[in-house]
């Protein structure tokens, strides 16, 4: 049985979103999913595709309706090095096209950091990492394959379709199917990462100098310490030097998920021990320096389950919004055992996208699994809608139509365009409504 359908439904990886389809199908090639699509039609049922499940929210929820895998949607279609492209279907996993790429030669230009995630489930939601100059996975996409609601199979880039292109770039799975994605990608590269623990004032006072001189800069603020992990990634010439396999297996595996795993339990029964955990956590992040190929750098393993809620904020907006939420933390009576995670991206042109038109600072707050909200997410939301924030549409957040169409300028037109393709809302749920309105 596939990760996420067991025979009482389906459940996303965090466990926080569940359904009971009415069927759930494989199909092999567009023209299947265009006949699955009639079917459903005809019967008066929703269809909804579904990668990993990595999404919170209930963006792939098929509710009672068709659940559609795209498990055998795998293959790599064209690797066109003169024009610089790799054609996927929708359902191959960030880690094998990472892997193909690289025994071709060739690399995503950026990537978010983890990489179970479907080519298409990740774009569709707006997966990102963090970039001086480089943006989101959908920000790299040059061409799109989707099947509509009448079955039809339809090619887009800039120069095809190219209004159906600009909205399916990063679609949401309102307007059909993705089957197939072309990316632009570059010849392979190494990047030296140098990860480095920080006073959280040195960061923040620091976070335009940071952001400005790294192509890639990350940090982690542990709440209720002052202490953050920093990750610079920059393009290295080599020679490649990776973390030694021991080191890295102590690191990446045992401490940051095993022995994480067992400390957020504690936190989670006993929530008194937190700061004190917090404070223990803050302090086990080392400094080191690697290179390695690019999607080894970019990614790590996430074995900790948790749910999560991240904004985009304007960029000048960042070092005001994480001292509010500093000062927010140290006042209440919260107990946060994950740390908040802060990435940045440069403005792009993806109408649904959270950096649209603007330079982007990525804000993200986490719960392990299980844990009483307690008013946390609420208190971070108003934070982040105090200063323009955008929701991530994969991640939790209680914004609806109203909000998001005085957030995004081309909302009317994406909703235009569902209204063109999707008239009957084949492909609705109940996220979707509230988000894209009826």
């Not at 459903?40 to 909804?48: D, M, N, S, Y």
């Amino acid at each position: 049985m596939p990760h996420g359908t067991t025979t009482d439904g389906w459940r996303n990886w965090a466990g926080n979103q569940s359904a009971r389809p009415s069927r759930v199908v494989t199909p092999g090639s567009a023209e299947e999913i265009g006949e699955v699509l009639r079917r459903a039609a005809e019967q008066g049922r929703t269809v909804k595709a579904v990668g990993s499940g990595h999404s919170f929210t209930a963006i792939a929820s098929a509710g009672e309706g068709v659940l559609l895998r795209p498990d055998a949607l795998t293959a790599v279609r064209r690797i066109d090095r003169e024009e610089g492209t790799v054609t996927v279907e929708s359902g191959l996993p960030l880690h094998r096209l990472n892997r193909l790429l690289t025994a071709a030669g060739l690399a995503l230009t950026n990537m978010g950091d983890i990489e179970v995630q479907t080519v298409a489930g990740a774009t569709s939601t707006g997966t990102h990492g963090t970039g001086r100059d480089s943006g989101s996975l959908a920000a790299q996409i040059r061409a799109v394959e989707i099947v509509l609601a009448d079955g039809t199979v339809k090619q887009c880039s800039p120069h095809e379709n190219a209004e159906l292109f600009e909205g399916a770039r990063l679609g949401l799975g309102a307007l059909g199917v993705v089957t197939a994605l072309t990316f632009g990608v570059e010849p392979a590269f190494l990047l030296t990462a140098h990860e480095q623990p920080m006073r959280f004032d040195e960061v923040v006072d620091r976070f335009d100098d940071l952001t400005a001189v790294n192509e890639h800069f990350e940090f982690y603020w542990f709440p209720h310490t002052d202490r953050c992990s920093t990750k610079r990634n920059n393009r290295s010439q080599g020679p490649a030097a990776p973390l030694p396999r021991a080191k890295a297996w102590l690191e990446d595996d045992l401490l940051s998920n095993t022995v994480w795993e067992g400390a957020c339990r504690i936190g989670r029964r006993f929530p008194a021990t937190v700061p004190g955990i917090a404070r223990i956590a803050s302090r086990a992040w080392s400094d080191r320096s690697y290179t390695d190929t690019a999607y080894k750098v970019f990614t790590s393993p996430r074995k900790v389950r948790f749910i999560e809620m991240e904004y985009a904020v304007p960029r000048e907006a960042a070092t005001t919004v994480l001292r509010e939420l500093r000062a927010m933390v140290e006042r209440s009576d919260w107990r946060i055992s994950f740390p908040v995670e802060v990435r940045t991206a440069p403005a792009d042109d993806i109408w649904l996208s959270t950096a649209y038109g603007r330079d982007s600072a990525y804000i993200a707050v986490h719960l392990y699994r299980g844990t009483a909200e307690l008013g946390y997410f609420t208190e971070v939301e108003k934070l982040m809608t105090a200063h323009q924030g955008r929701p991530h549409w994969g991640k939790l957040h209680t914004r609806d139509a109203a909000y998001l169409a005085g957030a995004y300028t081309r909302f009317g037109e994406f909703t235009a365009l569902r209204d063109k393709v999707d008239p009957d809302r084949l492909f609705a749920n109940d996220y979707l409504r509230r988000v894209l309105g009826a």
